[in-house]
C-alpha cells in the first residue's frame, strides 16, 4: 500500500543519509524521497514516498522518530501532494494537441531551443503518471520525474 | 574562558564526564589526541593489542559498571577494526563513546592514506555520529556524544574528528545543559496504561514476567524482585536478563528461548498474560512467531517506543523507564500471591519433569560440570564474561548468577573474540573482585593477543577455555541439521594454550580431571597474572534442550540420543 510521509529534521551534516541510510537498511521501500531545508530555520523537510502494510509503516514511523535529529514525523491526516515532471519533445514532432493536454495539466513550456522544447508540469503523481501516457505521443526523448512534495491539511 | 586546542578539549570533557579509563590504540590521525593523554593526569590509558577489543573493553567496562565506557582510534583502519565493537554494543544498548581520528578536513574526500568514511560505516550501528567540521561545535558534540550515550535507550556514539580540529585551537565552554530539541526520551509511563496494565494483571490466571537486559540497564533487577514477590508471578529471562532474578529464587524459571528451559518456554507457551520488562523479542527467544505465547495477551514495557510491536503485537504498550513504570504500578497492583497457586503448581510439574541437566562422568570432564564447579568455588563476587557459542550457553544454563551486572556476554550479536577484551574492561570497573572469561577453543583465539594488555596493566583475569576441538555450536548444528558434515568446524589441530599463555608473560593450565581443574582454578584465583585454564572437555557434548530455528518455542530437542 502506498503511503506518504513527512519528516522535519535538524538540517545538519549527514541527515538525508541517515534518513536514506534507515531505510536501505531495515528493507524499506523508498519510491521517492525530496527534501529541502525549512526557511528561516535550523530544519529541513522530507517527503517520503513509501509502501506497506500498517505495521511496517508504524516501524518506519518509529524508526525515523528514534534517528536523534527527527523532530516531528507526519504520517496521519491529508496532504496535498505535488510531484514535477519536465519532458523534452523534438521541435520536429507534430504539436497538434500539445496545448490542450498542457492547459488539462497546469502544464506549460519551460524552455525551448533550435531541437528540443521541455514542458513541465505539476501535479499529484497519479496525474503525472496520466499526463505521460498522454504525451507519449509525442515521442519525448527524455523525460525526468521528481519526487513528491507533502504539505499537511 | 579557556582557550584550548581540540585534543585538550578532549581531555577536559572526559575530565567533566568523570571518565576513569580510556581503551585505544594510537596512530597517524590521532597523534595529537595521543600526545595530550600523555600530558593529561585525568584519566588512565590502557593500550589495547587491536581496536576491536579496545571498543570490547570499552563494553565490558560499561556493562560492569553501569557507566560510559570511552575509547580512542585512529583513521582508516584503526576505525574500521572498532566497527564490530559499535555493533556489539549497539546490539545489547551499551553506552559508550568511540572517539576516531580522522584525516585532516582537507583531506576529506581526497581518498587521502588512512581515509575512510567513518561516519558513513558507522551509522547503522551506533545510537549516533558526528563527524566534527569545526572547533567551535567540539565541546557541545562531545557534550551531546556523552548524554546521548547514556540517556534514554542507551547505546554507542562515535564522534569522528579530523586531525586538525585536534590541534586548532577555540574557546572552551563545556555546556552546562543539553538542549537538543528533537531527542526527548519519554521515562515517564502514561499513567492510563500502568493502570489498564495493573487491572490485566489481576484479572489473568497464568501471568509471566519476561525480563530482558533493559531490566539490568534501567537499574530495576531489586524492583522486579519485589514486583515477582509481592505478586508471586513467575519469571523467565533473555540471556540479558539473567541476574535480575536470584538464581535460585523459586519464581525465577530461568533462561527462555532457542537453548531455554523446558519450563520457561512451556511458561511462554502457556501463558495467557506476557508481561515484558526491558525485553524486546529476539528470535532467539520466540522461535516460530505465529507459534510463540499464542494464549497471551502482552504487556510491553519499554524505554524504546520502536521495540515495542516490532515483532510481537503487544496489547497494552507502555513506554517509558522500567524502573519508573515499575515503582508505580507497584502501587497500584493488588494481585496476591495465592491467586497464581495453581499456575505456579503446573509449572513446577513441568520443571521436575525435565529439569536442566547433564549426564557427568569421571572418564571426561563435562563443560557443564566445570560451569557449576567454578560457580560454587568463586560465589557471588565474581564478575563473568563469556565468548559466543556452547560455552555462552552453557554459562547461562549452569552458573547461578544473583546479581545483575553479573554477566558480561554479547547478546544481540554473538560476536566471538568478545570474551576476553570485554573481562578486561570489566576488571578495570571492578577492581579487586575477581572476572572470569569463560571462553571456547574458537573464541579464544579471535582476541588472543589481549594477553597482554592484561600483562602490561596487571589486571589479571581468569580465562577458562572449554576445550571441546571444535566450533562447537557450529558442529551441533551441523550433527542436528547436516547429517553430521563437520564441514570446517574440527579444531584437532591446536596452539599448544599453556605455552601460549606463558609466552605473553601469564599463566597456563591444562586439564583434563576434575581435580586438576579444581587446582588450577584456585591458583588462577589467586594469581597476580593472567591465566589460561585449557580444559579439555567431551567433545560432542550438546547444548540442550535445543529448538531448531524456526520451530515453535515448545517444540524442544531434550535429548541427544542417538546424534552423537
Known amino acids: 500500500m502506498r503511503r506518504v510521509i513527512s519528516v522535519i529534521v535538524l538540517n545538519e551534516h549527514g541527515v538525508l543519509s541517515r534518513i536514506s541510510g534507515l531505510f536501505a537498511g531495515r528493507g524499506y521501500n523508498i519510491d521517492s524521497l525530496t527534501v529541502a531545508p525549512i ?109 513528491s512534495v507533502l504539505m499537511d491539511i | ?15 567533566l564526564e568523570g571518565v576513569e579509563v580510556v581503551f585505544g590504540y594510537p596512530g597517524g590521525a590521532a597523534l595529537n589526541i595521543y600526545d595530550e593523554t600523555y600530558k593529561q593526569e585525568y584519566f588512565r590509558h590502557v593500550l589495547t593489542r587491536h581496536e576491536q577489543a579496545a571498543v570490547h573493553a570499552a563494553d565490558g567496562y560499561a556493562r560492569a559498571s553501569g557507566k560510559v565506557g570511552v575509547a580512542f582510534v585512529t583513521s582508516g583502519p584503526g576505525f574500521t577494526n572498532a566497527v564490530t565493537g559499535l555493533a556489539t554494543a549497539y546490539s545489547d544498548s551499551i553506552p559508550l563513546v568511540l572517539i576516531s581520528g580522522q584525516v585532516a578536513t582537507s583531506l576529506i574526500g581526497t581518498d587521502a592514506f588512512q581515509e575512510i568514511d567513518a561516519v558513513g560505516i558507522s551509522r547503522p550501528c551506533v545510537k549516533h555520529n558526528y563527524l566534527v567540521k569545526n572547533i567551535e561545535e567540539l565541546p557541545r558534540i562531545l557534550k551531546e556524544a556523552f548524554y546521548i550515550a547514556r540517556t534514554g ?53 497464568r501471568p509471566l514476567l519476561y525480563i530482558g537486559g533493559g531490566a539490568i540497564i534501567s537499574g530495576a533487577s531489586e524492583l522486579i524482585r519485589e514486583f515477582a514477590k509481592k505478586t508471586g508471578i513467575p519469571a523467565i529471562t533473555t540471556l ?63 524505554i524504546d517506543p520502536s521495540s515495542i510491536s516490532k515483532i510481537v503485537n503487544a496489547h497494552f504498550p507502555i513506554v517509558g523507564d522500567l524502573k519508573s513504570v515499575l515503582s508505580e504500578l ?60 556452547q560455552h555462552q550457553m552453557w554459562v547461562a544454563q549452569f552458573f547461578a548468577f ?22 578486561l574492561g570489566a ?35 581468569v580465562n577458562i ?17 547436516y547429517e553430521h558434515r563437520y564441514s570446517n568446524t574440527d579444531l584437532s589441530i591446536q596452539p599448544d594454550f599453556v605455552k601460549l599463555a606463558e609466552s605473553f608473560g601469564g599463566v597456563g593450565f591444562r586439564v583434563k580431571t576434575k581435580k586438576e581443574f579444581e587446582d588450577a582454578l584456585n591458583t588462577a584465583l589467586k594469581s597476580d597474572k593472567i591465566s589460561l585454564i585449557d580444559v579439555v572437555v567431551d567433545r560432542f557434548e550438546n547444548v540442550l534442550p535445543m529448538v531448531p530455528a524456526g520451530a515453535a518455542i515448545y517444540n524442544m530437542i531434550l535429548d541427544d540420543k542417538g546424534q552423537k
Do not use: C
Request: hydrophobic share 40%.
Open chain 2, 153 to 205: 535507550r542507551p547505546g554507542p556514539v562515535h564522534v569522528d574528528i579530523p586531525k586538525d580540529i585536534t590541534a586548532a585551537i577555540g574557546k572552551f565552554e563545556y555546556p552546562k545543559e543539553i538542549n537538543i530539541p528533537t531527542y526527548k526520551p519519554t521515562y515517564k509511563g502514561n499513567a492510563k496504561q500502568i493502570k489498564k496494565a495493573a487491572e490485566i494483571i489481576e484479572a489473568s490466571n
Open chain 2, 1 to 15: 574562558m579557556k582557550e584550548l586546542n581540540g585534543s585538550q578539549m578532549i581531555s577536559e570533557a572526559l575530565k
Open chain 2, 402 to 423: 544473583n546479581k545483575p551486572r553479573q554477566l558480561v556476554t554479547s547478546g544481540g550479536q554473538g560476536t566471538m573474540g568478545f570474551g576476553l577484551p570485554a573481562a
Open chain 1, 39 to 147: 526557511p528561516e530555520s535550523g530544519f529541513s523537510r522530507l517527503s517520503i514516498v513509501t509502501s506497506g502494510d500498517e505495521r511496517v509503516l508504524e516501524q518506519i514511523v518509529k524508526q525515523l522518530h528514534k534517528l536523534i535529529p527527527t523532530y516531528k514525523v507526519i504520517e496521519s491526516g491529508e496532504f496535498v501532494e505535488k510531484e514535477m515532471a519536465l519532458i523534452k519533445i523534438p521541435l520536429n514532432e507534430n504539436f497538434g494537441g500539445l496545448d490542450a493536454i498542457l492547459k488539462a495539466y497546469n502544464g506549460s513550456v519551460a524552455n525551448t531551443n533550435e531541437n528540443y522544447i521541455i514542458v513541465m508540469v505539476a501535479d499529484d503523481a497519479n496525474r503525472i503518471d496520466n499526463f505521460l501516457k498522454a504525451i507519449k505521443k509525442f515521442n519525448p526523448v527524455d523525460i525526468v520525474r521528481g519526487g
Open chain 2, 465 to 481: 577455555i572449554l576445550n571441546n576441538s571444535f566450533l562447537g555450536m557450529v558442529r551441533q548444528w551441523q550433527t542436528f541439521f
Open chain 2, 427 to 461: 576488571k578495570w570497573a571492578v577492581g579487586d573482585k575477581p572476572v572470569i572469561n569463560f571462553t571456547g577453543d574458537g573464541s579464544i583465539l579471535m582476541n588472543i593477543q589481549e594477553l597482554m594488555t592484561s600483562v602490561v596493566d596487571k589486571k589479571p583475569v
Open chain 2, 240 to 302: 540479558m536478563g539473567l541476574g535480575v532474578m536470584r538464581d535460585d529464587d523459586e519464581l525465577n524459571l530461568g533462561m527462555a528461548g532457542m537453548h531455554g528451559s523446558y519450563v520457561a518456554n512451556m511458561a511462554l507457551s502457556e501463558s495467557d498474560l506476557l508481561i515484558a520488562l526491558g525485553a524486546r523479542f529476539d528470535d532467539r527467544i520466540t522461535g516460530k512467531l505465529s507459534e510463540f505465547a499464542k494464549h497471551a495477551k502482552i504487556i510491553h514495557v519499554d
Open chain 2, 330 to 389: 507497584m502501587g497500584r497492583i493488588n494481585a496476591k500471591p495465592e491467586n497464581f497457586e495453581k499456575w505456579r503448581e503446573i509449572l513446577a510439574r513441568y520443571n521436575s519433569l525435565y529439569p536442566l541437566k547433564y549426564t557427568d562422568s569421571e572418564e571426561v570432564l563435562k563443560p557443564q560440570w566445570v560451569i557449576e564447579k567454578t560457580s560454587q568455588m568463586v560465589g557471588d563476587d565474581v564478575v563473568v564474561s563469556t565468548d559466543v557459542g
